[in-house]
């Protein structure tokens, strides 16, 4: 919602909104407004929607904002995908940059403004993606998440198709069996038959490959990116850059000028010669990426502080959750951030410690995160790395981490 308020500032509206952590919810706060824009997770009862529906102000979801925003442009590409969205829309605004398109994106990262394309994360949750109408739809994987508004993975995956087939072009991930099921798209992966290939994959403190685009080698890619998932987020971007009309080689290069995107595996500082970082992760396969990277460039031990994100989302995946947090040495586990949701009785983050019991491994519960912080403070030393996990507010207490004593 905040890069949505920046976009309209920018157009020259007067913009001003509330949530929880501003302040909270209060009818007080659409008096005088023209519009008001909720966001998905907004509840029926919500007290300045409620407002705004006695005094007849028109309300408008976010998705279809979003969508009468793009419209405005000349050329819009829709980046989906249950993992990588962020990182991939990024990574497509620096692979364009000669276009001088406009990026909007959840994840904060710098840059100018244009309008010759628009380009644009496209959220499944609650089929939100389903209101854009881009002229290129990318969909980057299909997995099963948001377990509040999708009852299976099928359901799942009726979404992400009807968001591709609303384009005319179809970009998707050629190593995705889901993804793999949508008709008419073009490939992007691994795999000897996608269109865009990576082959000679290096993963270190960066991230190198040789570029196949239909059979041809183009360019030798290296990129500031750590994880060998990011090169599917790097190939979508240097498909939708193609597909454009900007040649995959200048696109390879635009991108070596990405400096990351906050809270995406982002460097926190230092503690007494251990590392420290926060990722977005909040899903199995996420915690299981950003994991399989803090191994692959650790010398130590690697220590995991994860907050579990929503309890529809811990009782859904308790068991995936165990099993990717089972690749750090250490776990602490934080209290679930509720986000949307209310408590449901029985679901906590020791749901996730029981079942990391069951797998013969142990996890620490603590309830704060000073407490959290004192216990890291107690074990981290050098070479070590130490990766706070989670989509609420565990950001927070990495950044404490590194300036408390």
Request: proline fraction near 4%.
């Amino acid at each position: 919602m905040s890069r949505l308020a920046e976009l309209c500032r920018r157009r020259g509206d007067i913009v001003t909104g509330s949530d929880i952590l501003t302040g909270g919810h209060c009818a007080d706060n659409v008096r005088g407004a023209d519009l008001v824009v909720y966001t998905g997770a907004a509840a029926d009862d919500n007290p300045e929607l409620a407002e705004a529906r006695r005094l007849g102000i028109p309300t408008v979801s976010r998705a279809k904002m979003l969508s009468s925003l793009a419209s405005e442009y000349p050329k819009c590409a829709g980046i989906a995908g249950c993992h990588g969205k962020t990182t991939a829309t990024a990574l497509t605004g620096f692979a364009i940059s000669s276009l001088g398109p406009e990026v909007h994106m959840g994840g904060g990262c710098d840059f100018p403004h244009g309008s010759g394309v628009f380009v644009t994360e496209a959220c499944e949750y609650k089929r939100s993606f389903l209101e854009l109408k881009p002229d290129i739809a990318v969909v980057l994987n299909v997995g099963l998440d948001h377990t509040d508004c999708y009852a299976d993975i099928g359901e799942i995956f009726d979404a992400y198709r009807a968001f591709a087939l609303s384009a005319p072009l179809r970009i998707v991930n050629g190593d995705d069996a889901y993804c793999r099921c949508i008709e008419g798209a073009a490939t992007f992966g691994r795999g000897e038959n996608c269109a865009y290939r990576a082959v000679n994959v290096c993963c270190g403190r960066d991230l190198s490959f040789d570029l196949i685009v239909r059979g041809r080698y183009e360019t030798a890619a290296l990129l500031p990116l750590r994880g060998g998932h990011n090169v599917y987020n790097a190939l979508a971007a240097v498909a939708v850059a193609d597909a454009l009309g900007v040649p995959p080689v200048r696109a390879c290069l635009d991108m070596k000028a990405f400096k990351g995107v906050d809270r995406r595996f982002e460097y926190v500082g230092n503690l007494r010669g251990a590392e420290v970082y926060t990722d977005y992760a909040h899903h199995p396969d996420e915690i299981k990426a950003s994991l399989e990277t803090a191994r692959r460039i650790c010398r130590g031990k690697v220590i995991a502080v994860f907050e579990p994100h929503t309890y529809t989302r811990t009782a859904s995946f308790a068991d995936g959750f165990a099993a990717a947090l089972c690749l750090a040495d250490e776990v602490v586990l934080a209290p679930i951030y509720a986000a949307r949701e209310k408590p449901v009785t029985g679901v906590c983050s020791q749901s996730i410690w029981l079942k990391m019991r069951e797998r013969g491994r142990n996890a620490v519960c603590l309830p704060t995160y000073c407490e959290i912080n004192a216990y890291v403070r107690s074990g981290a030393g050098e070479g070590d790395l130490v990766i706070y996990l989670g989509a609420g507010t565990i950001n927070r207490a990495a950044a404490q981490l590194c300036v408390s004593p």
